[in-house]
C-alpha cells in the first residue's frame, strides 16, 4: 500500500505541547466492517506516531505479505485530532471536501492522494464538545464510502483512564512483552539434552485478558541446570543456556508441528509437536535443544503454507550476517 504522509500540523502539535482534544478525550471505533479489529494504539508524541493519539484496525489476513500488525501497515486508524478547528491529520486532499451529516453533527469527507493516486479517503468531525476526530480508510485495501461513514457513526471518546488502560493493553511497548511481578507461570513443555532435564515455561501478563482487546503477548522462559533463557524480548526462540542453545517460544494456534530448519545443513533437522497451555489461547509454543554447530535457520509448519515461522538467530549471530554456508 501507498505509505502516508502526517501533516506538518500534527508534528508542531507535539512541539508546542499541544494536548489532544483539551486533553481529557480520545477517540476510539465502536463499529467496525465485518472480521476488522483492533490492532495498536499510539499515544500522541510517540516517536514516529506524530501529533495524535490513534487507534488503528486491521482487517482479515491473506498471507504474510497483506496481513495488518501494527498503525503503519493497516486500513483504518481513527485519530484524535489536537485542534477543534483542525481540517484533518493529511494535507494530500485531492478536489473539495464533501458534506456529510454523522449522528447529527456536520462533518466532511475528502480522498488523499499519492503521486497522484488516490489511495483512501479521510473524514473529519467532532463527535461531541472537546474531541476533534479524523478517520483515515484505505481504499486500496476495499475500505469504500459506505464503511467509512459507518466506522464514524461508531466512534466515542474515551475519558484518559480507560485510553490509558487500552495503552497499557495494545500500544507498541505492550505488545512486545516484558518480564513484570504478577505473571502467571505455567509448564508448557519439558525434555532432556546431554542428561540432564530442560523446562519451558510460559508466562502469563499479570490480570490477563484486561478487555477482549488485551494485545499483550506471553513471555516464555527455559530453564537447564539452574540457568534460565528469554531468547528476543520475552519471547523467546533462540537463547543459549547453560552452554546448550534451544529454539522454543510460540506459534500459530493452528500450527499442531513445526518443522526446524538449517541454514548450514540446507535441510530439516527437527520436527516436533507443539503445545497448548492452562490460560492462554492464542499460541501453541514449541522447544527444542538445538545442535552444537547450528548456525542460522526458521521454523515452519506442515500444517500451514501460507505463513512462515520464526527466524532462529542466535546470540552471536545478531550483530551481522554468517558465514551458514561454511560446513566447518
Known sequence: MLRRAIVL?????????AAPADGNWHAV?????????????????????????QACYGGPPASDVDEEYDCESNSLTVYTLP??????????????????????????????????????RELVWSPRTHLRVSVWASAQLGLGLHDLLAVGRGVKGIRERPWKRLLRQTSAGAQAGRIEPGMTRVEAITGTVDGDRWRLDVLIPPGYPLSRNDLRPACTELTFRGEIGHGEGCRGYVAEVAGRLFAFGPVRRSWTRVKIYSDRHRR?????????????????FFALALPRDFCTGYVDSPDDKHYYGPNLIPPDQQDGPPDCNDPS
Open 9 to 17: 500540523a500534527g508534528l508542531a502539535a507535539v512541539a508546542f505541547g
Open 29 to 53: 471505533a465502536t463499529t467496525l466492517p465485518p472480521k476488522w479489529r483492533l490492532l495498536q494504539t499510539a499515544r500522541a508524541g510517540e516517536p514516529y506516531y506524530g501529533g495524535f493519539d
Open 83 to 120: 485542534d477543534a478547528r483542525s481540517e484533518g491529520a493529511y494535507d494530500n486532499w485531492d478536489g473539495g471536501a464533501h458534506e456529510v451529516t454523522i449522528n447529527g453533527r456536520p462533518a466532511r469527507w475528502h480522498w488523499l492522494t499519492d503521486d497522484g493516486s488516490r489511495y483512501a
Open 268 to 284: 530439516r533437522i527437527a520436527e516436533r509437536r507443539t503445545h497448548l497451555v492452562s490460560g492462554w489461547d492464542r499460541d501453541r
